[in-house]
């Protein structure tokens, strides 16, 4: 049975994380009824939940300068949240202290309002506690760096309001899900839900438009090199250019829309297989990403920087691809077996010099995850321990508002050992 944390006279700190997502094939076909595959990406949003005694609902988001505290009464109450006609409504709500933040932060706010509102009754809000997220993912980038939020954020609420435990069974994954498509909702309307199911499930997600997301149970981790080419886009002028196309040719487009869907479906269709030997995967693949890029180029829907980084990771053997919708944002390219250190950090420094970021990682791997420990270590202790050893300070703080201070301020390459 799951106890209410909120309700209890102390309990112990605990980090919920989220993946981020990468569209590995079918963007903007999916748009048109066309198979989608995305995967869960091994850079993740990780929210600390700490107690409080004080009656204030404090929200700590260090990478966009939130840090808010909200007196417990001046969140709506279940009824009130419930009686919203859509989530984003919730902004109706907000007391005048919480108007001041805009983009992002608004957003974040917001959710963070809504959910405590419909996840938490009054009681269970009495005593106050504290949640920092720290996210590992560019923002803005088409990685799920929202949806990531969202299911961080998500989990933590129902754990403390006692919904959810560890989120490890098929029904508190999918109660999470649910309440991060609506945390999705507040951000952007009306989502597609891939981005809080990837988060949420993990592993390799198949997508067509009207029907549920299917997991394709795969075990397997594709190694990646994802590249942010920090150029901002616009997903809704991607795809109007993509119509605009469409309606000037349209068999033309619907043969490219087909092709991209058969590509989907082929990598789908592997995906869900444990016969296939590495090699023949990994040629597949490597075929499929780079067939998929020309067609996406034909939409018109690529750029100069992403045309940039798949010269430089071509030179090395990396067949790549834009992710996403495209006209900026990120590429993503395959790590081949056999691809040594160098190669990876002469494709970093290439494409660094020219202001691309690059993040060596994997796609495939754990969702969500909730826990109190860290290897056998309790969560509170691990961070104390880690944050001396790296010289941070915190004095004049309680010991637990101490906890979110050095949360906020550790070193993003310690994060690795609170992922699961």
């Known amino acids: 049975m799951v106890v209410a944390l909120s309700t209890a006279s102390t309990w112990a700190p605990f980090v919920s994380s989220a993946p981020g997502k990468a569209i590995i094939f079918g963007e903007h076909a999916a748009v048109y009824g066309k198979t989608a595959v995305a995967g869960s990406v091994n850079m993740r949003a990780y929210a600390l939940a700490t107690p409080r005694h004080d009656g204030l609902l404090h929200l700590v988001l260090p990478d966009i300068d939130v840090d808010v505290e909200i007196p417990s009464t001046d969140i709506p109450s279940r009824e009130q949240a419930d009686a919203l006609s859509h989530p984003g409504d919730v902004a109706e709500l907000l007391p005048a202290s919480l108007r001041k933040y805009d983009g992002a932060g608004r957003t974040a706010v917001m959710t963070f309002v809504f959910m405590c509102g419909a996840l938490l009754t009054q009681q269970q809000r009495t005593q106050g506690f504290s949640v920092c997220v720290r996210s590992l993912l560019p923002v803005g980038s088409g990685l799920g760096s929202s949806a990531a939020f969202n299911v961080a954020l998500a989990s933590a609420l129902l754990r403390l309001g006692g919904l959810v435990g560890r989120a490890e069974s098929p029904?508190?994954?999918?109660?999470?899900?649910?309440?991060?498509?609506?945390?999705?909702?507040?951000?952007?309307?009306?989502?597609?839900?891939?981005?809080?199911?990837?988060?949420?499930?993990?592993?390799?997600?198949?997508?067509?438009?009207?029907?549920?997301?299917?997991?394709?149970?795969?075990?397997?981790?594709?190694?990646?090199?994802?590249?942010?080419?920090?150029?901002?886009?616009?997903?809704?002028?991607?795809?109007?250019?993509?119509?605009?196309?469409?309606?000037?040719?349209?068999?033309?487009?619907?043969?490219?829309?087909?092709?991209?869907?058969?590509?989907?479906?082929?990598?789908?269709?592997?995906?869900?297989?444990?016969?296939?030997?590495?090699?023949?995967?990994?040629?597949?693949?490597?075929?499929?990403?780079?067939?998929?890029?020309?067609?996406?180029?034909?939409?018109?829907?690529?750029?100069?920087?992403?045309?940039?980084?798949?010269?430089?990771?071509?030179?090395?053997?990396?067949?790549?691809?834009?992710?996403?919708?495209?006209?900026?944002?990120?590429?993503?390219?395959?790590?081949?077996?056999?691809?040594?250190?160098?190669?990876l950090e002469s494709v970093a420094a290439e494409l660094s010099a020219e202001g691309i970021r690059c993040y060596p990682t994997a796609i495939g791997g754990h969702g969500v995850a909730v826990s109190d420990m860290v290897a056998g270590e309790p969560v509170i202790s691990w961070l104390e321990r880690k944050t001396k050893a790296s010289g941070l300070c915190v004095v004049g703080e309680s010991y637990y508002h101490s906890a979110i201070a050095r949360f906020a301020s550790l070193p993003d390459a310690d994060f690795a050992a609170l992922a699961p």
């Open 171 to 343: 029904e508190e994954r999918d109660l999470v899900n649910e309440w991060a498509f609506k945390g999705e909702q507040v951000a952007h309307g009306t989502p597609s839900g891939i981005d809080n199911s990837v988060a949420t499930f993990g592993g390799f997600l198949q997508y067509t438009k009207g029907a549920p997301p299917v997991q394709l149970g795969s075990a397997l981790n594709l190694r990646v090199l994802i590249c942010d080419t920090r150029v901002p886009k616009s997903t809704m002028a991607q795809v109007a250019g993509v119509r605009v196309l469409r309606d000037a040719y349209p068999a033309v487009i619907d043969s490219v829309m087909d092709a991209i869907g058969a590509i989907s479906q082929g990598a789908a269709d592997m995906f869900g297989r444990a016969d296939i030997p590495a090699d023949v995967l990994e040629t597949h693949l490597s075929d499929s990403v780079r067939l998929n890029h020309a067609l996406l180029v034909a939409l018109g829907v690529s750029h100069p920087s992403l045309e940039r980084v798949r010269d430089v990771t071509a030179a090395r053997s990396m067949p790549c691809k834009l992710t996403g919708a495209g006209g900026g944002g990120c590429a993503l390219a395959l790590i081949p077996r056999g691809t040594t250190g160098e190669d």
